[in-house]
């Protein structure tokens, strides 16, 4: 068990140019989660996968956000046209069906400065 | 979705119990509730969850009320790497909710 891996660690970009992020879940797990955090706040859901279904999104991702899981493995999220308010890390969790009550595990994170 | 209230900030000195406060007075019968913890920058970590009974394990014990409207994380003996943000939150265990709804948290200062 390697953990949740998120890449890169770090983003930094100009305004307007688009950025993907990866995450690698734990291995034996179906579901995956993506959060946004900002400074001083707790995490803020943006969507969920179980396999490669996406089974919710948040109001919070909006038509320039997309989150792809192709393979019901590792996870992709896209931000297109970046935008200064969407500075913030993000973060990625995983957790298994019947597993003791969706206990998740995130990773370290993707933290992306738009400059 | 059920919110919780919890201090913004507490402080305790090193090998000495931390009682970390959190009411959750609209919860409803299937919720857990849930505590994990954010270390500077890491990603949360969970610590600890419960639905009447309290709970222990190797990092914290959890203290739910008869009522449930109110629970207390406990480290036995705080050392300086527990400094962090607790949060506590409630998990809907029906249906199909999976995602987590945080709040603040409570930022936990140990000193040496």
């Avoid at chain 2, 036995?76 to 962090?84: F, G, I, M, S």
């Amino acid at each position: 068990d390697t953990g949740v891996s998120q890449n890169p660690r770090h983003k930094i970009t100009k305004r307007g140019q688009n950025v993907t992020f990866r995450c690698d879940p734990i291995s034996e797990h179906n579901r995956l989660y993506w959060y946004r955090q900002t400074l001083g706040q707790g995490p803020e859901f943006l969507t969920y996968f179980q396999n490669e279904a996406q089974l919710e999104k948040s109001r919070l991702l909006s038509d320039r956000f997309s989150a792809e899981r192709p393979k019901g493995s590792f996870s992709t999220l896209e931000i297109q046209r970046t935008e200064q308010g969407d500075s913030a890390m993000y973060l990625c969790a995983s957790s298994r069906t019947g597993g003791s009550k969706n206990i998740q595990y995130f990773g370290a994170g993707t933290r992306l400065s738009v400059l | 979705d059920a919110k919780t209230t919890q201090p913004n900030s507490m402080e305790s000195n090193e090998e000495e119990p931390v009682h970390l406060p959190c009411n959750h007075s609209t919860i409803s019968g299937t919720d857990y509730i849930h505590w994990y913890r954010q270390l500077p920058s890491q990603g949360p970590e969970y610590v600890i969850h419960g639905l009447t009974s309290n709970v222990n394990n190797r990092m914290a014990s959890l203290a739910i009320a008869e009522d449930r409207k109110s629970s207390t994380l406990i480290l036995h003996r705080a050392t300086l790497r527990d400094a962090a943000v607790y949060y506590c939150i409630l998990r809907d265990n029906a249906g199909n909710n999976r995602k987590l709804i945080w709040g603040l948290g409570t930022s936990l200062a140990v000193n040496p």
